[in-house]
């Protein structure tokens, strides 16, 4: 059987589209329900060069997470994998997807969970996805050392970055972001404020939940009543929570065709990968009254199709780009709030990562000076049978004494900064002392022009003869050969 490559020798990559790129139709092909991370993870995890696997999807992204022993196969194996599984070819799709490589990948994934590269600055439902992400990667055996640590640190600093800076505030979400975006473009409608409508909602998910509770609370500012708010979804099971909580109404699934003809104001919030309302939903819609839907669903479970018709709005999460926001000021300081935060956990993560190969050998010389301690302190009692009355003292003293002596080299070991020079110390150490050498690291390589690793915000990549001369050095340095980041 192959030998499965060491943690300490791999490499992180991430392959992926984003709202910032990638409009939602573009998005929506490459969604996964949370019922099939699992699946998808451990899918992912058979192609060649992928040790390790997550998979991030939201509203906003789909995002995959691998470690790999070799750099150049990884990446060939991920975009095979989109394209096989999802039928989505990234080569063809040149600008709406992006690729990011080692150190860029990690803080790429701090960012996300930071909120600063959310839709809306800061909104916080990303921590439960990044969670979601984690637990069906770990559920299906796919998070290994590296990526189980690296989304439990990514959520400590979605965590730390809230609760130092002023970012999340503001409580900020999708739902409160689409109501905003119906309060400032359809302040009226029918001739009173629209988040004040008869209202329907589609879904009765975490999100659908947020959406009630926003929605509910926006209207009573207004003086309208909960009670003109209905929930309708596939399962009854899980509307009777919500409509005690709220105060609502609840409906049938076979109601939808007639709620959705007589209702202003329609909000959309399910898992379903497929339309839910369609254009014969609004046929007997005569224009009594304008409707306005707005869907937060991806997939998109609205068909765009609808909005032809002369009384009907439909709106998406594409809508939604800066409401709900600060203004470009206040945006620039809390982001770089932010990014202070994600630069000291990022250093910290950094640490951890490149002292790992570090551990075995630290270990194994530990145990080798332990068993030559106790066979010394055991031959001194034995040859002289006066001192076994301070036999205890005597091995506290001994245990004292190396763990004085072996303390700086430890430290130093897992200190130093760089990997390759971590490796030459264990190296050293191993032929020192006759101890297993730590596991080689893996290989970087990655073909000249596949790929232009973009920094710490993942920008659409470019083949790197399309970079223009005078290029940053760091981005220049990666177009070929990628350094052994974490």
């Not at 750099?71 to 990234?90: C, H, M, N, P």
């Not at 029918?190 to 926006?218: C, F, K, W, Y």
């Not at 232009?452 to 760091?474: I, K, M, Q, V």
């Amino acid at each position: 059987m192959p030998v499965r490559p060491s943690a300490f020798s791999l490499n992180t990559i991430v392959i992926g589209v984003r709202h910032a790129n990638a409009a939602i139709d573009v998005r929506e092909q490459l969604a996964f329900s949370g019922p099939t991370l699992e699946q998808a993870c451990q899918a992912l995890t058979t192609y060649r060069g992928i040790e390790e696997a997550a998979i991030l999807s939201t509203c906003n992204r789909t995002e995959l997470y691998a470690t790999v022993s070799d750099t150049a196969l990884g990446i060939q194996s991920l975009k095979r994998f989109l394209k096989e599984y999802k039928q989505f070819d990234y080569d063809a799709h040149h600008g709406h997807g992006f690729l990011l490589l080692h150190e860029d990948a990690i803080i790429h994934l701090f960012r996300v969970a930071s909120g600063i590269d959310s839709m809306i600055l800061g909104e916080g439902q990303i921590l439960s996805q990044i969670k979601d992400a984690l637990h069906a990667a770990m559920a299906g055996g796919t998070a290994g050392e590296i990526i189980e640590k690296l989304f439990k640190t990514a959520l400590t600093v979605g965590k730390a970055v809230r609760s130092e800076t002023g970012i999340a505030h503001r409580d900020p979400n999708i739902p409160k972001a689409a109501l905003a975006f119906i309060g400032q473009q359809y302040g009226q409608l029918n001739g009173m404020p629209t988040v004040a409508q008869p209202a329907l909602v589609l879904g009765a998910g975490r999100i659908a939940d947020i959406m009630l509770a926003e929605l509910t609370t926006a209207r009573a500012s207004l003086g309208a009543k909960p009670a003109e708010i209905t929930l309708i979804n596939r399962t009854m099971d899980r509307l009777a929570p919500l409509a005690e909580q709220y105060g609502i109404q609840t409906a049938a699934w076979d109601q939808l065709p007639a709620l959705a003809a007589c209702h202003p104001l329609i909000l959309v919030a399910t898992s379903a990968k497929h339309y839910l309302l369609k254009p014969e939903h609004f046929s007997q819609h005569q224009g009594q009254h304008d409707t306005l839907i707005m869907d937060i669903s991806v997939p998109r479970n609205v068909d765009p199709a609808i909005g032809q018709h002369p009384h009907v709005k439909v709106y998406n999460t594409d809508d939604l780009q800066g409401y709900g926001s600060l203004s470009e000021a206040n945006r620039l300081r809390l982001t770089h709030e932010a990014n202070q935060v994600i630069e000291r956990e990022y250093k910290a993560f950094h640490q951890w990562r490149v002292g790992r190969p570090a551990i075995p050998v630290i270990s194994q010389l530990r145990a080798r000076i332990e068993d030559a301690r106790r066979t010394e302190v055991a031959d001194f009692v034995s040859y002289c049978p006066e001192t076994k009355k301070s036999c205890g003292v005597i091995d506290a003293m001994s245990r004292s004494l190396v763990n004085k002596l072996l303390h700086d080299p430890t430290i130093q070991l897992r200190s130093t900064p760089q990997l390759d020079e971590i490796y030459k110390q264990a190296e050293m150490l191993s032929t020192m002392f006759n101890i297993p050498a730590p596991p080689a690291a893996c290989s970087t390589t990655v073909p000249a022009g596949s790929i232009r690793n973009t920094g710490n915000t993942p920008y659409p990549d470019h083949e790197a003869d399309a970079a223009p001369s005078g290029s940053p050095s760091s981005d220049a340095a990666d177009m070929v050969s990628v350094n052994p980041r974490p």
